[in-house]
């Protein structure tokens, strides 16, 4: 349906430098030089919405944005993407609303109807592995993982490796902390793999001891080339980070709340003296959100509090970026 | 509201060839010669949407979606129609949203404030009748009946109609198994009243014996100058068919779960092997979806199955038509 | 975000003949002159939407609607009028959508993620005083009430009070009868704030006994220079009212429906006859909507009753008007 040659893939495909036509599923297809290729791409995007330039880039495409739960955050980030590079938008965010599924139609066939419709669609599912059937099932437009269940989030990644970058002009060479749920953060081992793809990075992880990294998942990244450190306590922090990155302790995930009140009593919260004490004066401070507990509201107005700013606003440029590249328009 | 002189309807109005500001409620609404009219603007939508055409034919209108109940194929495939032709949507894809109506509102001035706003209205409601209604109560602009409960759905109708017409160049002299529930289904029902505008086509008709024609539906179809056969098995079915029409049993008309489960245990099923014996070459396999138990999946990679693919895409074509003639603008 | 200068408001501003930049969260924020500046954008936005002609005033500028409770009218009113001026509009009209509310996020956190991708919020929300609160949170861009609880929604007096204009060229020396249930309505009382504002204003308030005006209020707005006159009976309307301005009677505020029933068993109802024996043929019949019980439909083709024509699309216009002014585009 599209003047763009798109490929059959039986499998994910790797970038290889060539954005046009692949679905963007999972972090693992990315390589180093693929990452160097989408900086500037952001970059650019970010000049254009900060002018309020009219683009009419992706003008005369429909993107299906299918959330199959809700998310409100990304929903937003993806509908506003499109919107300013003059796209439109079909909008499924209620999953009761995706009629034909309670009447017994099967994913593939949901996938397959969009598809008909739109040059590419963006997926939000809770089930893992819902983006790659879903690029399974679209043979002729790319599909976007805009999150599925517990699995992968890759546009969160690269929006948070573009924040690093923008501020610090490179992904080499970076010492930061991981803070948190250490254990089951998807976020945070996503940003783990991504740094892993660069050279000589260092990451300090924080966690309480029930939330450690798993020991598989240390020796997996440690293979690729990042260096670990597990440190017990906040005075273990090194001074020289770039980065803070702080994710919530996941209530959902506890067993029993009373294990959960345990954890969160020891009061896992950035507050202004912590970042003054612990981190130095270039250290930005950065959190996927929701916060619920993680950091004091009085460190919102602190310069290096990037979370509620520049964070936000490069998941918007960053998928800007994506939807360009995959439809061959940038 | 619109440039376009609405006329005053106290009951639906023929199209005689104007489509300009006629509602869109029943097929009965149709002649041949509407229909005829009608095919060669669907295939000019369709060569401007295959090629990605930036469309600013309805530039400055705005048509509302009122969904009062969920129907995401539907849903999507008007609003990617308004939006391929540069129009704009109001979306009320969740009944409860439709506040006032909690508040006990009449259906008529929902419908009368959503004309204030609007170019047109595109309504499906569980209430059959309501799109009449709708119509009768939007005195200004046209009102486009998509889906009113088991009464008309008159755009499924004219997708299915352009389907045929694209494949065969032509109405006439056509033969085509209807297969599934033909008792209930308001989709076949729909599609006899169609080709029966026309000359010279025969039906077959293949259904378990519970799901029969009804004999006065069955009497009317006929004094319309539609041939009808009706079968008991696959062996019945002639090979020169040049379409098969399949239809889902539908669960939710049964009165007992056995009953339904008796049905369907006979395999009402198109599969490789079917559609190997019984159809020719040329025999085109469509089904309005979704397939519930209705087509195996296996036979989806087959050239003649048109369901997944045109079918689905001449919808947005048929109403990407209908939207540009009702609003004077093809 | 913007070209524009926004200030930083620890209160809310006052418009004082600049809208640019200003949230729109109380009728309080309108001195007269503001009014005044006012009406003539809203006529200018009426004629360029009765030609259907394409603005590009809002182009490459999203406006977020987070209607946390759902209003259809209001909603649709809204999406309308960004649409109408090409902007592009972000959609949260389901409260459970908002997931991040629902993981434990702040308002101010919701508020300000989604200001990062916008240029202007529009809020609907159940609680009195958000739009306040959303206001203060949104530093940086303005933020427009939609309606907070039961406490303000000025732009339904806006659009009121120019439908007043708009049929007598002025909004000094005139005579109202407010009806209904004049203690609870929100929409009476801000209209009484507004006429206000203007010089030799009387208002003849019916209602209930039980549901006149609270004397704090009433002494409050005759303190402002309006004259309130109450009557008890529809035969002390005087004939020379400019406007009637009619209120349903709110089922939910009262403790029990025995209550309610005698009210409504009284018949509050505008007839044609009540129109014909107590109004002029120059008064205008308006009504916010949804009407439940309050106008006899038999009404409605009657010239005087602009309730479902010209003040639903004033409604429209006037939105259109405070979000290009507000944006710096009128």
């Known amino acids: 349906m599209s003047q763009v040659a798109f490929r059959i893939r039986n499998e994910l495909a790797m970038i290889n430098g060539d954005f046009c036509g692949k679905d963007i599923v999972s972090l693992d297809q990315f390589a180093r030089q693929d990452i160097e290729y989408l900086l500037p791409v952001i970059q650019h995007m970010k000049n254009l919405a900060v002018n309020h330039e009219v683009s009419h880039l992706l003008a005369g495409h429909l993107i299906s944005l299918l959330f199959f739960e809700p998310s409100s955050r990304t929903f937003s980030s993806f509908a506003a993407a499109v919107k300013r590079l003059g796209g439109q938008t079909i909008e499924i965010q209620n999953p009761e609303t995706v009629s034909s599924v309670s009447k017994g139609e099967s994913f593939e066939d949901t996938i397959r109807v969009f598809e008909a419709y739109s040059s590419a669609i963006v997926l939000r599912h809770p089930v893992p592995g819902s983006a790659r059937a879903a690029a399974r099932a679209a043979k002729d437009i790319p599909v976007v993982n805009a999150g599925d269940g517990n699995n992968e989030h890759p546009t969160q990644t690269l929006l948070d490796m573009y924040t690093i970058y923008e501020q610090f002009g490179r992904l080499d060479h970076l010492t930061g902390l991981l803070a948190g749920d250490v254990f089951n953060s998807r976020t945070l081992h996503s940003l783990m793999r991504g740094l892993s793809l660069f050279n000589n990075n260092i990451v300090y992880l924080l ?119 995959i439809l061959g328009k940038a």
Not at 214 to 225: E, I, Y
Not at 248 to 260: P, T, V
């Open 207 to 325: 966690s309480p001891p029930q939330l450690r990294l798993d020991r598989s998942d240390l020796a997996q990244f440690v293979k690729r080339g990042l260096r670990i450190i597990e440190i017990d306590s906040e005075k273990d922090i090194p001074h020289d980070c770039q980065f803070w990155y702080w994710t919530r302790i996941q209530k959902e995930r506890f067993a029993s709340l009373d294990a959960y009140a345990e954890i969160v009593a020891k009061n896992f919260t950035v507050t202004p003296s912590l970042l003054d004490t612990y981190a130095s004066k270039n250290t930005i401070l950065m959190d996927p959100l929701p916060r619920v507990g993680t950091i004091d509201p009085a460190v919102d107005d602190d310069e290096r509090a990037v979370y509620l700013r520049s964070q936000i606003r490069n998941g918007l440029y960053t998928r800007m970026a994506l939807l360009a590249l």
